[in-house]
């Protein structure tokens, strides 16, 4: 039934199936205000909030990819309607989660730096939360100007910008598989596919610069693919695409420019049509980025050269012999967690493989399949890295971000393909039951394995109930925010506190001051002496945040400080000693008490 | 039959050229109007006319497939934003209200102006599309499912912004402070001033108790305006820890304390 004119054929099954998604996320967002409907410690409803969570989880991804696999026609039109669909409905998980501010720590800085830069007009100011951030504007500005524009708080502009640069992003993988030659049902199925991965609920989702720059990854690709037209507007969509990832994203700008350059190099191998205007994008693209860094934001070669640093050095370790033990399992995480997420990537390498010979067998060499087949190994090769050292499953899960659009690409072309080819024995009808129902349900498991690896972990999949030290989203509440507020209010933004993970990041964003990351050894001393204070005067901290949940509960996630030497290895909270220990100073002020958090002025110590 | 190949010349239509004249009426929404009417005029700026008016001068005629066409509007909108913005920056200008109207109100008509002066024969292979004479809108049709979509999103939204409202609103803030300004230590009195300040979201009533060395005390009955914050001035000793605490009605614990640390006087060193 409609309500003005006649559906299009398929249409009316397709709107049911995104109707049914919407139920999954009420479920969803009824099982988040059951969860923190336990706020204060009553774990009444609880279970059923965990059961609500799976449930309506597979809700608003089961019906979308079960239609686009079952349907004996998909056109271009609803399919893509329904795959942006999806991609909003998994947005509004994210938002349903503290719908009413950003929690989580990167979130807090941009949303600081915007503010700064609604208040100033100015560009490129200072930024102690995220340095390298400074040099990459392109999120602020966005969300600077709808705030200008509208006369929306932060907060909301900041939600309205990450949802559009999600759908973008969405809309243009499907519009990138289309133009490269794929039906409709193969394009959606990729975007489907890449809803399975690890950091694409919460973390690609968030307002952070990555979230800004990526729409823009995938729209210069596009215009590498597009082949309608006379390709000057094609080109010039590109060039802008590529500028803007530029000053938007550092990482993700490196990325564009070598998927450019691996496009270029296969096109050419292949004499694809329209290389010449791959290898014009791929040279716009590395000079813009080489450009960029080398002008203005070289501070970023320090900050990512850190990480890789690490990774290089554990990869070289392990193979050497003298490196350390794999990474353990993520805090919260059970063995049959872990075997789920090795099960979902031996799929994923099945897939891969079954794609190869597809490939292979039919010699179809295209420069685009030939690119897809060499960025899928990419994603396997990033997959790796989580087996390496303590950053690794972080890094894993960053890299997974770039790395598995290849690997969705290649997976929805086999299972389009089990779809499409299979039929019944003895006739020429196709069997669709069979293939259908393995493709959904190599979907789920993948889609269940990026739930339980991805972000947020297993203490932190539900708002509640309560507060979680260390817990990221779960630490912010409104006690941390208000010690925050009340220091930007009557210490001034002029500042240098140490404090804790969450009250370093709320410390910057609410407080305005400058958070000191390295300063865990005033927490972790059982008594005050001089190695202290040198800390203080080294490190020229002002203030201490002290929140008194530290002593007795243990972080989520292990870490309690941003530089924490014994991080991994926190198994119990700080011990009350530890922490009223500065109340026993003479030249301490307690400036600030809310009978969870204080502040105290270390300005005489 | 909506296109002849490559001979045929078409012009905008009316339709096509509508973004140059609302981008300047949402300008001066944005810049004069009230609240809600600026809130739409400012998203239709940063998110839809920008966009709009440079899909169509990059890609005339109907050389787009549907999702291509839509994704294009705000993608390049952002664009405008981001690029724009770093434009405005180096030329000195600061990036507020007025900045951000202008800039996307002007690429918006300088897209139309450019699409309206180079709109020449269609490109081979190239049907009609929006802004062509030819083309026709088909009537879209809203299924009820996605009533009910919307029906569900909106309940889950409340469901979720309640919720949340909900469990930030019990969590009791109740916040002590006491600070004091080195100016206002009068050494040879050896006295300094202090200022204390009650907030939180629960009104009270409270009782503060403020004292110090050689027998100084202070009683103080505090009441928290709803959403406010209570303060008081004190003139306290400076030579010794002054210590304010905040007390329940009837109870003899507090459940809040600070202080201020001693400061060098006469005859304290």
């Keep these: 039934m409609t309500v003005a004119g006649p559906a299009r054929p398929g249409t009316t099954a397709a709107t049911v199936a995104f109707a049914l998604s919407t139920v999954g996320v ?21 279970g059923g909030a965990q059961a609500g969570y799976w449930a309506g989880q597979a809700l608003v991804f089961l019906p979308v990819a079960g239609w686009l696999l079952a349907a004996r026609r998909v056109a271009a039109r609803p399919a893509a309607l329904l795959v942006v669909g999806l991609a909003a409905n998994q947005y509004l998980l994210k938002w349903a989660y503290s719908p009413l501010e950003f929690r989580f720590p990167d979130e807090l800085q941009h949303w ?88 694409y609920l919460f973390f690609d989702a968030m307002f952070l ?15 590498t693919r597009y082949r309608r037209g006379t390709g000057v507007g094609a080109v010039a969509l590109g060039a802008v695409a590529i500028l803007v990832a530029t000053v938007s994203h550092h990482v993700t700008s490196a990325v564009l420019a070598g998927t450019l350059a691996l496009l270029a190099g296969f096109d050419l191998l292949r004499r694809a049509p329209g290389r010449r205007r791959t290898l014009l994008l791929a040279g716009v693209a590395a000079l813009a980025v080489a450009g960029w860094v080398g002008l203005a934001a070289r501070d970023v ?14 990869v070289l370790a392990l193979v050497t012999g003298d490196g350390q033990a794999p990474a353990a399992a993520p805090a919260g995480s059970p063995l049959w967690s872990m075997a789920v997420q090795g099960g979902c990537l031996l799929a994923l ?35 790796a890295l989580r087996f390496f050292g303590a950053q690794g499953p972080e890094l894993a899960g960053r890299a997974a971000t770039f790395t598995f659009v290849p690997m969705s690409v290649l997976a929805a072309g086999v299972l389009a393909g089990w779809r499409e080819r299979r039929r019944v024995p003895g006739s020429g009808r196709r069997a669709v039951a069979v293939p259908v129902l393995a493709a959904l349900g190599m979907l789920a498991l993948l889609a269940t394995g990026a739930r339980l690896g991805g972000w947020p972990p297993a203490w932190g999949r539900l708002p509640g109930p309560g507060y979680l030290v260390g817990g990221y989203e779960r630490a912010v509440d409104p006690l941390g925010v208000a010690a925050a507020r009340w220091s930007r209010n009557w210490l001034g933004a002029d500042q240098r506190v140490a404090a804790d993970l969450t009250g370093a ?43 008194l ?18 991080a991994g290895r926190r198994d119990t909270g700080l011990g009350r000693d530890r922490l009223a220990k500065f109340d026993a100073l003479a030249d301490i002020a307690r400036v600030y008490d809310n009978g969870t958090i204080r502040i105290y002025d270390m300005g005489r110590v | ?96 209200r007025t900045a951000w109207a202008l800039l996307t109100g002007a690429v918006t008509v300088a897209a139309v102006l450019v699409r309206a002066g180079t709109a020449g024969p269609v490109p081979p292979g190239v049907p009609a599309g929006p802004g062509t004479r030819a083309y026709r809108r088909p009537r879209p049709a809203v299924p009820v499912s996605l009533l009910a979509a919307a029906a569900l999103l909106a309940g889950a939204a409340w469901l979720s912004v309640a919720s949340a409202r909900a469990t930030d609103a019990a969590v009791a803030v109740v916040e002590l402070s006491v600070v004091s300004n080195p100016s206002t230590v009068d050494r040879v009195a050896g006295t300094r001033t202090a200022v204390l300040a009650v907030g939180g979201n629960r009104p009270g009533p409270y009782q503060l108790r403020v004292s110090g060395p050689d027998g100084y005390v202070r009683a103080l009955a505090v009441r928290v305006a709803p959403g406010g914050t209570w303060r008081a001035e004190l003139v306290v000793p400076a030579g010794e820890r002054v210590t304010a605490e905040l007390f329940r009605p009837g109870t003899a614990v507090a459940f809040r304390t600070v202080y201020l640390a001693p400061v060098g006087v006469a005859g304290t060193g």
Aim: charged share 10%; proline share 6%.
């Design chain 1, 26 to 46: 009420a479920v969803v967002a009824w099982a988040y205000a059951a969860a923190r409907a336990g706020y204060g410690g009553a774990q009444a409803g609880y």
């Design chain 1, 112 to 199: 600081a730096a915007t503010t700064t830069l609604v208040r100033t007009g100015l560009l490129f100011t200072a930024d102690p939360g995220l340095p390298a951030a400074v040099h990459y504007p392109g999120l602020e500005e966005m969300a600077a100007a709808v705030v200008g524009l509208t006369g929306l708080p932060v907060t909301a502009a900041g939600l309205v910008v990450a949802g559009v640069a999600r759908l973008v992003f969405v809309a243009a993988l499907y519009a990138t598989v289309a133009a490269a030659g794929a039906r409709p049902r193969t394009a959606a199925l990729a975007c489907v596919v890449y809803a399975t991965g690890l950091h």
């Design chain 1, 209 to 223: 610069y990555q979230s800004a720059a990526l729409p823009f990854l995938m729209l210069a690709v596009w215009a």
């Design chain 1, 301 to 314: 070669l320090a900050y990512l050269g850190s990480p890789a640093r690490t990774a290089v050095a554990s």
């Design chain 1, 349 to 383: 390498f099945g897939l891969y493989l079954a794609g190869a010979r597809a490939l292979v067998r039919g010699r179809r060499y295209g420069a685009w399949r030939c690119a897809v087949l060499a960025g899928g190994l990419l994603f396997f090769a990033g997959s």
């Design chain 1, 505 to 547: 990041a709320l410390i910057f964003s609410y407080g305005g001051a400058d958070p000191v990351a390295s300063a865990a050894r005033l927490y972790d001393d059982l008594a005050w002496g001089f190695a202290d204070e040198e800390v203080l005067q080294d490190l020229a901290v002002t203030s201490l945040w002290v929140d």
């Design chain 1, 549 to 566: 949940r530290t002593a007795t509960s243990a972080p989520a996630d292990r870490v309690l400080f941003l530089n924490d030497p014994r």
């Design chain 2, 1 to 96: 039959m909506s296109t002849s190949g490559g001979t045929r010349r078409y012009r905008a239509a009316v339709p096509a050229r509508w973004p140059a004249v609302a981008a300047p009426v949402a300008v001066a929404v944005v810049l004069l109007g009230p609240a809600v009417p600026r809130v739409v005029a400012g998203l239709a700026l940063a998110l839809v006319l920008p966009g709009l008016a440079l899909r169509r001068a990059l890609f005339p005629g109907r050389a787009l497939s549907t999702v291509e066409r839509w994704l294009l509007v705000p993608a390049l909108s952002l664009a405008t934003l981001v690029l724009g913005g770093l434009a405005l920056y180096a030329a000195g200008v600061p990036l507020h």
